[in-house]
């Protein structure tokens, strides 16, 4: 892993957390992604599912993506895009920042641990007392998350709430996510595995708390390889390229991270985000413009949100029919849908 001509190595260290660790990734990540995905699709159809690029906003642009990201020319795979099952402007209440937040006034507080846990168990107070079900929050980094999750312990007789948070160390531990399915009016606090593969449908999660925007970090080494291949290139559009790697990579994760609050077409409840950059940053307001969803600055129009899902809401999205990904019946070619 210290062959630097064959890899790519960093150390990387927490003192906090008391976590150390040696880093390292293939530099042709790229070339062994490709052969691997050729030979598995060499006699037998090979189908990625990826519900981050159902027919929302940005698939005009999903076959250039997509031939980037797995490292394939747009002849080597097909692509069959859907639409959307959910409607996210009918199931999701979102809340943004007003003007006169403290966080919207002062942006740099999100890099202050302190200063952004505070006003971020502020917000959480608040939800609590508007929502009976389960809440999740999920952090970008550990620091924030062990903050919150101690200021939301000492106030968790106020709130009247068991407060449960990701353990030093561990992923998605079952026995946390299970007292959290079973309790359905507490609080979890997680980050990173929380993102994507953890699904709790119905009230036992129906507020999200998104404390920042998951932009990637320079220890993620998918990012950093990607980094990498496109200063090879020696282009002048090289800074413009490895931005916009930066925004898809952190509107995937956000999207995935979305998508834990909204797992059927049954599922409704509140999205709440505490980085300014939502209503700062074209791009993001653009993204959410995109995927239909409205943030509101404050919840005065929450409780008519779900008086209409208990009257009865329909959502028109259908399934697609699992048959027609072999409808073809090629070989040769990756399937992505």
């Not at 999100?110 to 952004?116: E, F, L, M």
């Not at 996510?177 to 036992?204: C, E």
Request: aromatic residues 12%; glycine residues 8%; neutral net charge.
């Amino acid at each position: 892993m210290l062959l630097t001509k064959v890899y790519k190595s960093w150390y990387e260290f927490d003192v906090t957390h008391d976590t150390y660790e040696i880093c390292y990734a293939p530099k042709n990540f790229g070339e062994n992604l490709n052969l691997f995905l050729k030979r598995l699709s060499s006699n037998n159809p090979l189908i990625l599912l990826s519900g981050t690029f159902s027919a929302n906003a940005g698939t005009r642009t999903a076959p250039k993506i997509l031939a980037k990201n797995w490292y394939l020319t747009n002849q080597e795979f097909i692509l069959n895009k859907y639409s959307s099952i959910f409607e996210w402007d009918k199931q999701i209440y979102g809340i943004g920042m007003d003007k006169f937040n403290p966080i919207k006034r002062n942006s740099h507080i999100i890099n202050d641990a302190n200063r952004h846990a505070f006003h971020i168990v502020y917000e959480i107070d608040v939800l609590a007392e508007r929502i009976a079900g389960g809440i999740l929050i999920l952090t970008t980094s550990l620091e924030l998350k062990d903050n919150i999750g101690k200021r939301l312990r000492n106030v968790s007789d106020k709130i009247g709430r068991t407060v449960l948070v990701q353990k030093k160390g561990e992923s998605q531990n079952p026995i946390t996510v299970d007292k959290f399915k079973k309790d359905k009016k507490s609080i979890l606090v997680g980050s990173g595995s929380y993102y994507t593969g953890f699904s709790v449908p119905g009230t036992a999660l129906q507020g999200l708390v998104i404390t920042k925007l998951p932009f990637p970090v320079i220890s993620n080494p998918l990012y950093t390889i990607k980094m990498d291949e496109l200063n090879a290139e020696d282009s002048e559009g090289n800074a413009k390229q490895i931005e916009e790697l930066k925004y898809f990579m952190m509107f995937i994760k956000l999207e995935q991270g979305i998508g834990r609050l909204i797992r059927t077409t049954e599922d409704y409840g509140t999205l709440v985000i505490t980085d300014p950059r939502i209503s700062t940053d074209p791009r993001i307001v653009d993204w959410f413009q995109g995927h239909n969803i409205l943030l509101h600055t404050n919840y005065d129009e929450m409780k008519t949100f779900y008086m209409n899902w208990l009257n009865g809401v329909d959502i028109e999205g259908e399934e697609y029919v699992r048959e027609e990904l072999f409808k073809d019946g090629m070989k040769g070619k990756v399937w992505h849908t």
